[in-house]
């Protein structure tokens, strides 16, 4: 690239930075929120970047390369896409308002087209990398797609967080030559400047992993001053000097720097820039590579030649780049004055009526940007699969079974459906075999770019690795487990392939992944994971292994559908219908089961439990009405007043239950029916769907100033308004709300304590879940009443 061609994209950045600061100062100086609170941006952080940004954008990508953009650089990103002409003016002023910019980049909120959202700083990182896996993956198993590269913008300090060197050194990212990392190397964190470089440990862990390490520390004043006499010296110095003090030059001009600069310097180094003025040496002495166009396309371009590992880029930066307040120790959250950015607009030679503008279009950076959007332009993507997912595998349960063997079952049995089966891919952390994916792996086997050859034989598990394995294994990461399945669940997007994703994990470690697992039904990822075993019911386990909140997690996470059934054919029909929603050919044929567009989270048991109570409520109801009432989320099990006609005059209540603990409830309502009260139960399939259609109710009455009605759902599984006694292998008030919305009494039985080794009854007794405590709740919601 020619200096002409630098010295556009030179005049790009200045306009990229005013514009990214000016985004921040509107929002806190021209739009009053009026509730004392304060709007806040990062105008030091954003201008690290622009320099490594408008390289990207205005140099380098192709239509078909997919960036995450470190959380507080989002102003920058918005500030190019405006540029692009890809985002209304509009907006501009609009940064962390109501229908506005998003904080940070959001692929569900934000205006503009955002490849990966960011926000939790080092998820955004490692989302690309896993992008990555995925279109490895679909170029194996559909044809490749248009050449990709993806690339993730991130700070330095979010190289602090584990989650990053969990994903870097997990296998099933390694060879991935299509992967480029970015780190914005500006030696501060939000609270300080950072004592000491660490870029020598980080560069050893990289490199360890099979990474392609480059590092971009000086620009071009000071490579050229270090081929001079004496420059050796000079570059020594400002390697040894101590990043705290060289991170002050940048406050300073005139002689103080000079004298900050030579504070501790070796003998010799004052004759060597004295000849350099004080006007000059500024300058010279913080010229670092990161804010230098030429050095960072160099880079990039290395990294494109390496196409056998990922790589990663260290871009030395100053936090506050081309801004007042750079280098300053307090700047991450610091704003420029109103006089600041006065100053700022005149210097880009722009007024209050022209500082919105963008580039003139007959301009030499006008006609790049012009060239740009076109490059950059890209088609709309098929969200849907456009394949029919059966209503039910129809899967065989003629003797008590596990809620996670006829996962296991139902997943085979879609794997020799001609249309589904090809789109399967399941994955886990080293869990596969104990969460019963053995048999999906013996028919599809597990994913490797290469063919492996296998050196042992095992009758029950056929481990063959090729690129036509549907499997993908990895370490034990939970974290690396919840951003892979939200990236397989974006190949729609990302790699132009709709995908079935599945994956398997042990309940209690849902906990353990849950940033990642947020993040990818943030972003609008579909997949489905089943957490398996769950509850005290894994009770040798200890109490360290036994989950009791993630129901609660499940029911509360915006963008998933939590379900727990506990009979084969229920978890037969939510999970076909959950693959169904994801493949995009699921209409809602009720309002009770309204259109669902995310992750699905089965709680699945290892508990065998006898099916014949669901094959009584089967022949009472019928499958077409049963089926609609477990997907609306229950259906009665047990009608007492059917079951026991001479109670039709009882006293009557209602065991409401989810998964496992359903024999016990049912013994309980036998023992009750002793006593002369009659006990309907309820087997509540899916605590999501039942809650969503109680609060929708709701809320259209409070927006109406209307009397709510009573949703179908809840119409139909809990018919009489009666005491209700609910029964769950976790934390009680998960189902604590079925007495409100059914206006009955209510006692809540569950897990509200860490548990211990022992016995299913064991446990069951500790927590109050066996048939005799629950009898005593049923007479102590009688007594409420």
């Known amino acids: 690239m020619d200096q002409r061609d630098l010295d556009v994209l030179d005049e790009i950045q200045r306009r990229v930075l005013w514009l990214a600061t000016r985004i921040v100062d509107a929002a806190n100086?021209?739009?009053?929120?009026?509730?004392?609170?304060?709007?806040?941006?990062?105008?030091?952080?954003?201008?690290?970047?622009?320099?490594?940004?408008?390289a990207l954008w205005f140099a380098h990508l192709n239509a078909e390369d997919r960036v995450a953009v470190k959380p507080h650089a989002s102003?920058?990103?918005?500030?190019?896409?405006?540029?692009?002409?890809?985002?209304?003016?509009?907006?501009?002023?609009?940064?962390?308002?109501?229908?506005?910019?998003?904080?940070?980049?959001?692929?569900?909120?934000d205006p503009d087209e955002v490849d990966f959202s960011t926000g939790s700083v080092g998820l955004g990182a490692a989302a690309p990398l896993f992008a990555a896996v995925t279109r490895r993956y679909v170029d194996a198993h559909f044809g490749a797609r248009p050449h990709s590269r993806f690339v993730a913008l991130i700070g330095d300090a979010e190289l602090d967080e584990g989650n990053i060197w969990e994903a870097v050194a997990d296998p099933a990212t390694t060879g991935l030559g299509n992967v480029m990392w970015v780190v914005d190397f500006n030696r501060q964190s939000l609270d300080r400047v950072v004592p000491g470089v660490r870029i020598d440990q980080w560069r050893g862990q990289f490199e360890a992993a099979g990474w392609h390490v480059v590092e971009v520390k000086y620009g071009r004043r000071l490579a050229e001053a270090y081929d001079r006499p004496g420059?050796?010296?000079?570059?020594?110095?400002?390697?040894?000097m101590p990043n705290e003090q060289y991170q002050s030059l940048f406050g300073l001009t005139g002689p103080a720097l000079r004298k900050q600069f030579l504070d501790g310097a070796p003998e010799g180094i004052a004759a060597l820039i004295a000849d350099v003025s004080d006007a000059d040496l500024g300058p010279l002495v913080t010229d670092l590579g990161g804010h230098d166009l030429a050095a960072l396309l160099d880079a990039y371009a290395q990294c494109d030649a390496v196409t056998d590992r990922p790589s990663v880029v260290f871009a030395y930066t100053v936090k506050g780049w081309g801004l007042p307040i750079a280098g300053n120790p307090r700047n991450h959250s610091a704003l420029l004055t109103s006089e600041q950015v006065?100053?700022?607009?005149?210097?880009?030679?722009?007024?209050?009526?022209?500082?919105?503008?963008?580039?003139?279009?007959?301009?030499?950076?006008?006609?790049?940007?012009?060239?740009?959007?076109?490059?950059?332009?890209?088609?709309?993507?098929?969200?849907?699969?456009?394949?029919?997912?059966?209503?039910?595998?129809?899967?065989?349960?003629?003797?008590?079974?596990?809620?996670?063997?006829?996962?296991?079952?139902?997943?085979?049995?879609?794997?020799?459906?001609?249309?589904?089966?090809?789109?399967?891919v399941t994955t886990a952390p080293d869990v596969a075999t104990s969460t019963n994916l053995a048999g999906f792996i013996n028919k599809t086997g597990v994913f490797a770019p290469t063919a492996q050859r296998s050196w042992s034989e095992d009758r029950m598990l056929r481990w063959t690795e090729s690129p036509e394995g549907q499997h993908i294994e990895l370490g034990i990461s939970e974290m690396n487990l919840f951003l892979l399945l939200g990236q397989l669940g974006l190949a729609w997007?990302?790699?132009?392939?709709?995908?079935?994703?599945?994956?398997?994990?042990?309940?209690?470690?849902?906990?353990?992944?849950?940033?990642?697992?947020?993040?990818?039904?943030?972003?609008?990822?579909?997949?489905?994971v089943a957490g398996t075993p769950s509850g005290v019911t894994l009770a040798p386990e200890g109490g360290a292994h036994q989950s009791t909140i993630t129901a609660s997690v499940g029911l509360e996470l915006p963008g998933v559908t939590f379900v727990e059934p506990a009979y084969a054919a229920s978890l037969d029909w939510l999970l076909c219908d959950a693959f169904g929603h994801m493949a995009g050919t699921v209409r809602p044929t009720t309002t009770a089961v309204p259109a669902e567009d995310g992750a699905y989270y089965f709680r699945l048991s290892t508990r065998p439990v006898d099916q014949a109570p669901f094959e009584a409520a089967r022949a009472r109801l019928g499958d077409a009405v049963l089926r609609r009432q477990v997907l609306a989320g229950a259906y009665r099990l047990v009608d007492a007043h059917q079951a026991y006609p001479h109670l039709a005059d009882a006293p009557t209540v209602q065991l409401a239950a989810s998964g496992a603990v359903l024999p016990e409830v049912l013994a309980a309502a036998a023992e009750l029916a002793d006593e002369g009260v009659a006990a309907h139960v309820v087997d509540v399939t899916s605590l999501d769907r039942l809650y969503r259609a109680w609060q929708r109710t709701l809320r259209q009455g409070v927006r109406t100033a209307t009397v709510p009605s009573v949703p179908g759902a809840?119409?139909?599984?809990?018919?009489?308004?009666?005491?209700?006694?609910?029964?769950?292998?976790?934390?009680?008030?998960?189902?604590?709300?079925?007495?409100?919305?059914?206006?009955?009494?209510?006692?809540?039985?569950?897990?509200?304590?860490?548990?211990?080794?022992?016995?299913?009854?064991?446990?069951?007794?500790?927590?109050?879940l066996l048939p005799g405590s629950i009898v005593n709740a049923a007479l102590a919601a009688l007594s409420l009443r």
Do not use: C
Not at 32 to 54: E, N
Not at 84 to 107: E, F, I, K, V
Not at 231 to 240: F, K, T, V
């Open 29 to 54: 100086h021209d739009r009053g929120a009026g509730d004392g609170v304060k709007v806040g941006g990062h105008q030091a952080s954003s201008a690290s970047l622009v320099t490594a940004m408008t």
């Open 75 to 109: 102003p920058v990103f918005h500030a190019i896409q405006y540029l692009l002409g890809n985002l209304d003016r509009s907006y501009l002023p609009r940064l962390r308002a109501r229908g506005g910019l998003q904080s940070y980049p959001s692929r569900t909120k």
């Open 231 to 240: 420059g050796a010296a000079l570059r020594n110095w400002i390697d040894a």
């Open 342 to 424: 006065d100053a700022l607009r005149a210097a880009q030679g722009l007024t209050r009526d022209t500082e919105w503008d963008r580039l003139d279009p007959a301009s030499p950076a006008g006609i790049r940007a012009g060239q740009r959007r076109e490059a950059l332009s890209r088609a709309p993507r098929e969200r849907a699969l456009g394949v029919t997912v059966p209503q039910a595998t129809n899967v065989r349960a003629n003797k008590p079974i596990s809620t996670q063997e006829v996962f296991g079952r139902v997943l085979v049995d879609l794997a020799r459906d001609p249309q589904v089966g090809r789109y399967l």
């Open 493 to 528: 997007d990302l790699s132009g392939q709709p995908l079935l994703p599945v994956g398997t994990v042990y309940d209690p470690f849902v906990l353990r992944g849950l940033d990642a697992f947020l993040y990818g039904t943030y972003s609008g990822a579909r997949f489905v």
């Open 714 to 768: 809840l119409r139909s599984a809990f018919a009489d308004r009666v005491p209700v006694v609910t029964v769950h292998d976790a934390a009680s008030h998960a189902m604590a709300w079925l007495g409100s919305a059914v206006g009955a009494s209510a006692v809540p039985l569950g897990v509200d304590e860490f548990g211990q080794s022992g016995s299913v009854h064991d446990l069951y007794d500790l927590h109050d």
